[in-house]
């Protein structure tokens, strides 16, 4: 289980819980939601081959030497994309109807003035350009958790979600290194 502080203090875990076939035998996940050690909502279902091709994402967008470096020199700003939604999960019904929650992560850039020390004729001071992560969670209730991450923070914590679903898998999510093409998603060995 993976978790996070919030903005409001208030703790946000996320468990994958593996979906099984008619056999029983687990082959992908879906994420159970809780805040402050309480169940707050179930979603992405069949969700952990995409968290880990995320995963891969974002360690690559971090890398030195990346697409990245030459636009943002600090790691902690390097997400993959431009401004936007990285990823939404939410809660779905047979019927298609949601209402069981949502988990999204929106990639946000801030510009902040950072005034100077005046010495002299020193400039007044500079404008300082983020980047943050947004991961927002709504709960069947309706009320909603947001935590503010580094690209550090965001890679830490889905890697540790990817890490969590294969354990309780049983199996590693293999993909291409160079596509979207998963390579049977999960492989585990059926009974017979």
Not at 99 to 105: A, D, N, P, V
Not at 134 to 152: C, D, I, K, M, N
Not at 164 to 180: H, Q
Request: hydrophobic share 35%; charged share 30%; with cysteine.
């Amino acid at each position: 289980m993976q978790g996070l502080r919030c903005v409001d203090g208030s703790y946000l875990a996320v468990n994958p819980v593996p979906c099984r076939d008619r056999l029983g035998v687990p082959y992908e996940v879906t994420l159970d939601l809780y805040r402050d050690g309480v169940p707050y909502g179930t979603v992405g279902e069949r969700c952990g081959w995409f968290l880990a091709r995320m995963a891969r994402v974002i360690a690559d967008a971090r890398a030195d030497g990346g697409p990245l470096a030459g636009d943002w020199p600090d790691p902690e700003d390097r997400f993959p994309g431009g401004e936007g939604e990285l990823f939404a999960f939410r809660y779905r019904s047979r019927g298609d109807v949601v209402g069981g929650g949502e988990l999204r992560c929106q990639v946000r850039t801030m510009s902040s003035w950072i005034p100077a020390r005046r010495r002299g004729r020193a400039p007044l001071g500079e404008w300082r350009v983020t980047r943050r992560a947004y991961l927002e969670a709504w709960g069947t209730s309706g009320v909603g958790l947001r935590a503010e991450l580094t690209s550090g923070r965001l890679a830490a914590f889905v890697a540790g979600l990817v890490g969590d679903a294969e354990e309780r898998l049983g199996a590693r999510f293999e993909m291409e290194r160079n596509g979207n093409v998963v390579n049977g998603a999960v492989r585990v060995s059926r009974p017979r």
